[in-house]
């Protein structure tokens, strides 16, 4: 019996792919579950009885998260990511570190096969598609979903002629969650006009007191929130306990599908965003001007070829080179005042700030130069400007 390799979420589609791979297409089905931050024990326990039930000679959970953080998370940081401005990229990243794990367990078992349950439309197909296809050449790709272009209730009545019975409800909200933040799709979302509700996210606002806050950084890393030292991962968690209940992290992405459509997503991401604004904000202060800029612009590409799947491409090693280099300077303390709906960034404490009064403050008073020496620089800094308008001053525009 030839073996597949699924990748199961423990929803309808990827319970539906049990079914259909073992019953219908005589494969012997070995799931795993990738856990990127967004399952508990519990959760993971349910998923695994639930695949054995639909059928799966296997199971198991594969756990990625101190690798998600430490080979794509901090880099995202490094770079203060936001795809269009907004998004974190939470489905984005963890997507490819699922498909990474389950081409490594695949080829572990020596399965013929790998299979996903992504439908035709959406992103998903294609970030697992490339990263099978280069980390698991030799497996074939089993896509039911897709193939069949199945509707869910077309999936429900299939699994209900086997003997298995489903919840035919509809859950109003799809919820994905990972370490770098929770993604909501509803009704709402299929159009360009319509907020989320409030019953709509994970996490509901009720926290009203405002409280200040410190997050610590060393080299570009998150390493202590409220002066008490912890892992990059751990200062991620509490951060976003301390936080959502804040309805901090709230909006919705309108961005560019790999397959070429529009999309709008949800999300609550309170600690990525602060994390990468604070970040951000304490780059201001310890890193030249180039270097910031020259981020930007290696940042930028990185996550829009991160978010198409394209993690794989060694000119992404390249990036995430320059970035870690980046950071050397990037310690010190960030005050930040959370507030419901909100958060304000205070300022910042850090023995490489080059804000420094030895050097002048300005607008007020220099300790470096004198009014004679800038007067010289200006007239050498604008000498080109300078020379191209006293050439062209008497040419018309019209020549």
Known sequence: MKKVLLAYS???DTSYCIVYLSQDL???????TVDTGGFSASELEQTGIRARQMGAASWKAVEVVPAYYRDCLRFLLFGNVL??????????????FQAVAIARAARAIGAQAIAHGSTGAGNDQVRFDMIFQSLAPEA????????????????IAYLQAKGIAMD?????????????????????TLGSRLPLPEEAWPVQATATRPQEITLTFTQGEPTALNGQEMTPVAVIRALETLAAPYGIGRDIHVGDTIIGIKGRVGFQAAAPLILIKAHELLEKHVLTKWQIYHKQQLALFYGNWL????????AMRDIEAFLLSSQQQVSGTVHVQLHPGRYQLLGIASPHDL??????????????WTGEDVRGFARIFGNQNRIFHAVNSNISHHD
Do not use: C
């Open 83 to 96: 795809k269009n401005n907004t998004y974190p990229l939470s489905v984005s990243a963890e997507r490819v």
């Open 26 to 32: 005589g494969y012997e089905v070995h799931a795993v």
């Open 10 to 12: 423990g929803g309808l």
């Open 307 to 314: 978010h198409e799947g394209q993690f794989l491409d060694p």
């Open 140 to 155: 074939e790709i089993i896509t039911p979903i897709r193939d069949q272009q199945l509707s869910r209730e077309q999936e």
């Open 355 to 368: 804000m420094n009064s030895r050097f002048g403050a300005y607008g007020e008073m220099n300790t470096g």
């Open 168 to 188: 035919s409800s509809k859950a109003a909200y799809s919820i994905n969650q990972g370490l770098w933040g929770t993604s909501v799709g509803g009704r709402e």
